[in-house]
């Protein structure tokens, strides 16, 4: 089996492995950079699972930023019927692409 991690960020928990690509919440890094997840609830090795308590000390996952960009709209729509009332509103969501570049286990 192979090793991996499950990192918070964005409020969001993450299974991760070396290798993946994914979307999180925005985070303050431009395209290139270099950032590390230090919050690691688990941590896999392939063998023995570490669970923490509510974090694995000394663990960490180092990313590559690949890009930020914007999700897609989500549209909201409210009505009340016989009123007359309508309400339509639009979110899209900041995310940054990151990439694992590695998993060091605490």
Request: aromatic share 4%; proline share 2%.
């Amino acid at each position: 089996m192979e090793p991996y991690a499950v990192i918070e960020t964005g409020g969001k928990q993450y299974r991760v492995q070396k290798g993946d690509t994914l979307d999180i919440e925005k985070v303050g890094a431009e395209a290139g950079a270099k950032i590390t997840v230090d919050t690691v609830l688990a941590v896999s090795d392939g063998t023995t699972l570490t669970v923490g308590t509510p974090r694995v000390a000394g663990a960490a996952v180092d990313l590559d930023v690949i890009e930020q960009f914007r999700d897609r709209k989500v549209l909201s729509f409210k009505k009340k019927r016989r009123k007359g009332y309508t309400k339509t509103i639009g979110h899209r969501q900041s995310l940054t692409a990151v990439k694992v570049a590695a998993i060091r286990a605490g």
